[in-house]
């Protein structure tokens, strides 16, 4: 039986740890309260989770600095956390920006697409922290499910319908295969948590077979969460059938969520078998499938919804290479690098998207961009900027992305003279050049050929500042870039091994 | 040309159109039973493939590691075909 001093001392931990998760815990009361909104005021729902979003962020802001764990080491409190939280909640908040006018388009204005943004974006953050296999599941989970009625969100709309039933029958299918990954992981170390699974695989577990079986059905199940070849196929159906906004969501978000599980789970989790050989060739073919198979396929693609899907996917490619470097030779920096850039070039290019939409016109084909810099040259030179950073070119936020991750890679070729790092950041280049046809294309429509109607872009409030905001980080990231590195070396310093 | 938005709510109409129609009710009923066994399906064959293959060359792990992995992706790519078919 408990005594009172127990149960005193229980609860006194609980509160203490409380206090450390209260950038999640003020989120969750906003989005529940995103769910009363009257019906007559649901335009002004959109400011209220804006409001949700401000104060988890300065809450997160409050509990910076504290190292440790919480909740019996379920979860893990450091910079690379937090980064990733800043990361999650600048992506919903651009992308609620762009909700407001587009989803008053969409006549689906509702509490609801809020609260389940607000949801999925707490699901993101715990993903972050969470250093223990039943933590990270719950929390994917919280995500993906939020992600699955988002993506069908328009009811009236046979190409989101359809593809949300895709994206949820391949994801629950991907989801068991994680399962039984972190299954197999707890039947050879006997804990979920990823610091006593280390130990286990140090004694002497990773050398047993069903290890093989664990590490490839980890890797089926995180490589669909970010798209990697060959569990791809969902993204470009999912992407093109969401409304533009969650594919927007979608795009960064969750991508940027199933990374730190990947690094955490790899990196932490598994200790002298991150840096075996057999699987970092392993990962080393699926990221060349996944950048090579994604540009090639981005340059047959007419609807720019899908070309970014692919595009997407590609930058998973380039993801992963800074996994296969390691966190030695600054490969975590890097990624994190990369999708904090990355995160705003492309919630920047789906804005521009957003723009076009107008009702009757989906504006979700690389034609609808024709002769727009004629109709506004402003916009057509922010959406350039856009996709030049997507390709990777100077003076972009993408170059800076892209050279992070090829210099952790040729660093990690002088530590370990593995001839294949060297290959890798070769084949990687030469997918950025390939990749520059299919950016073109958007270039070119907008520029080079004359416009078909005079549909003008919708403007608004809240896409005039998720454009100013991601075009100045875009553009300005190389002038200024000290904030954003030394952060990103935080994050990859404060990483648990 | 720009793309016109697919105005109504067709899939309403579908879904009414379907129940009112029990044998393509049921033929979809069929395929997506098959989903199931058609993922492990794919799973069991390549690590089937992978074993041997590893066993005769003497290629270990490396034939069961991406025959297992091109099982999964057989597996999830039979299944994004069911559902598009069906």
């Known amino acids: ?497 | 040309m720009a793309t016109r938005v697919n105005e109504g709510h067709a899939p309403v109409c579908d879904t009414i159109s379907r129940m009112t129609d029990k044998k393509s009710d049921i033929k979809a009923l069929a395929d997506l039973m098959v989903i199931g066994i058609m993922f492990v399906a794919g799973i069991a064959i390549g690590l089937g493939i992978g074993h041997f293959v590893d066993r005769w060359f003497g290629t270990g792990p490396w034939g069961t590691l991406v025959f297992i992995l091109m099982g999964i992706a057989a597996g999830f790519i039979n299944l994004f075909r069911t559902i598009s078919k069906t």
């Not at chain 1, 909104?37 to 300065?58: E, H, M, N, Q, Y």
């Not at chain 1, 927007?248 to 969520?257: D, E, H, L, N």
């Not at chain 1, 809240?462 to 590195?485: D, K, M, R, S």
């Open chain 1, 1 to 497: 039986m408990v005594d009172i001093a127990d149960k005193t001392a229980l609860l006194g931990d609980l509160i203490q740890n409380s206090a450390l998760i209260k950038p999640e815990i003020m989120l969750i009361i906003w989005a529940s309260f995103c769910l009363l909104v009257p019906k007559d005021t649901r335009r002004w729902v959109s400011i209220f989770a804006l409001t949700g979003l401000a104060i988890s962020g300065f809450s997160l802001y409050w509990t910076y600095g504290y190292q440790g764990s919480a909740f019996g080491g379920m979860l893990q409190l450091d910079a690379f956390g937090a980064f990733f939280k800043i990361l999650f909640l600048t992506n919903a908040a651009v992308c609620i920006f762009m909700s407001r006018k587009y989803m008053d388009i969409e006549e689906e204005q509702s509490g609801e697409y809020y609260c389940l943004i607000l949801f999925a974006t707490v699901g993101m953050m715990f993903m972050a922290a969470a250093v223990d296999l039943i933590t990270i599941f719950i929390s994917l989970e919280l995500m993906a499910i939020c992600e699955f009625i988002l993506v069908g969100y328009l009811r009236g709309n046979r190409r989101s319908n359809e593809a949300a039933m895709k994206f949820f029958l391949l994801g629950a299918f991907s989801t068991g295969l994680l399962l039984y990954g972190m299954s197999l992981l707890y039947g050879l170390s006997g804990s979920t948590s990823l610091e006593v699974i280390a130990k286990a695989m140090e004694a002497g577990a990773a050398k047993n077979p069903l290890m093989l079986v664990a590490m490839i059905t980890l890797i089926a199940g995180l490589g669909f969460k970010i798209a990697a070849v060959p569990f791809h196929m969902w993204c470009p159906d999912a992407y093109e059938g969401a409304p533009t906004s969650i594919t927007a969501f979608i795009s960064v978000g969750p991508k940027a969520a199933a990374f730190a599980v990947l690094f955490r789970i790899f990196l932490s989790g598994l200790g002298p078998v991150a840096t075996d050989p057999t699987y970092l060739r392993l990962l080393s073919v699926l990221a060349v499938l996944t950048m090579t198979w994604a540009n090639l396929a981005a340059l047959t693609q007419t609807n720019i919804k899908r070309l970014l899907a692919y595009s997407t996917i590609s930058h998973a490619g380039y993801l992963l290479l800074g996994l296969i470097a390691g966190k030695d030779n600054g490969g975590v920096t890097a990624v994190a690098i990369y999708l904090f850039l990355y995160a705003f070039m492309n919630l920047g290019a789906f804005t521009i998207i957003v723009m076009v939409r107008r009702k009757g016109l989906v504006g979700d084909t690389i034609d609808d961009l024709k002769g727009l810099v004629t109709k506004n040259p402003g916009a057509a030179i922010m959406m350039t900027v856009f996709v030049a950073s997507l390709a990777g070119l100077p003076p972009t936020a993408g170059f800076l992305a892209k050279y992070a991750i090829f210099s952790a890679l040729i660093e990690a070729y002088f530590k370990t003279h593995y001839t294949y790092l060297v290959i890798l950041a070769v084949i990687g280049v030469i997918n950025s050049v390939v990749a520059f046809y299919y950016y073109w294309l958007i270039v070119r429509a907008m520029f080079l050929i004359e416009p078909t109607d005079d549909v003008k872009l919708t403007f608004s409030p809240g896409v005039v500042t998720a454009l100013t905001v991601t075009f100045a980080v875009t553009l300005g990231i190389l002038l200024y870039p000290e904030p954003l590195l030394n952060f990103a070396r935080a994050a990859s310093n404060s990483f648990l091994r």
